[in-house]
């Protein structure tokens, strides 16, 4: 069983940046497929970016493509997505899933159906 917390959230005004971490424990996440999901107050929850368990391949939202950049440090068992030029429709609670299959790439974790294990979830929030 693996756990993941996320950190890095916070405010920001329109326009600025926020890098969120995801830290595994328990057991390494490199073999699976890592992405970020995120959940407004009266939404869904959605998906954000994924990558493959390699990191060779990313997958993004459109809503988030060219702003986010999802990165994997295997060393370290942590994900981080960087989040630029953020818009007050980003606010939301941010949270990192891992993938329910081995060794799968990016577009193989795009629904929460997609998900083995959930973060706690992090706040983000975008004043205009």
């Known amino acids: 069983q693996v756990q993941l917390v996320e950190s890095g959230g916070g405010f920001v005004q329109a326009g600025g940046s926020l890098r969120l971490s995801c830290a595994a424990s328990g057991r390494t996440f490199s073999n699976y497929a890592v992405g970020w999901f995120r959940q407004a107050p009266g939404k869904d929850r959605e998906f954000v970016a994924a990558?493959?368990?390699?990191?060779?391949?990313?997958y993004y939202a459109d809503s988030v493509k060219g702003r986010f950049t999802i990165f994997r440090h295997i060393a370290e068992n942590t994900v981080s997505l960087q989040m630029n030029s953020l818009k007050p429709e980003d606010a939301a609670v941010y949270y990192c899933a891992e993938g329910r299959n081995y060794g799968l790439g990016a577009q193989s974790l795009t629904t929460p159906d997609d998900v083995g294990y959930w973060g706690q979830g992090t706040q983000v929030t975008v004043s205009s």
């Open positions: 990558i493959s368990w390699s990191g060779a391949n990313t």
